[in-house]
């Protein structure tokens, strides 16, 4: 298994993955062809309408926005996905047009 680390001022912290974190290209794809094309696979699971932008802690699922997680939070609060209890909740704000660019640029990048 493979473990990556990172220091800041002296202290070694883990990285771990976020699970909804990258798009789901095939759903997307998917949704495209069936004529759905504002839907990319990336919205909340409570609203069906935000982007998902909050991961909950500590079983970390990034599957709400974060006005759905907040409302969440003060009502079940258990993770909509495994229903682990939410201890905290990590809002990740994702920047769309450099998630764009950095696309882009992977395409041009790519060997013929």
């Known amino acids: 298994m493979i473990k990556q680390k990172i220091w800041v001022k002296g202290t070694a912290y883990e990285l771990q993955e976020i699970y909804g974190m990258e798009q789901n290209k095939a759903a997307g794809n998917g949704a495209a062809a069936d004529g759905y094309d504002d839907l990319d696979g990336n919205e909340c699971v409570i609203c069906m309408s ?33 229903r682990n209890e939410i201890e905290s909740l990590l809002h990740i704000k994702i920047n769309k047009s450099a998630t764009a660019a950095q696309g882009a640029a992977a395409s041009s990048a790519a060997p013929a």
């Open 50 to 82: 935000a982007p998902r932008d909050t991961t909950a802690l500590p079983c970390r699922h990034m599957c709400m926005c974060h006005s759905c997680a907040s409302a969440l939070k003060t009502q079940t609060n258990k993770c909509p996905i495994c």
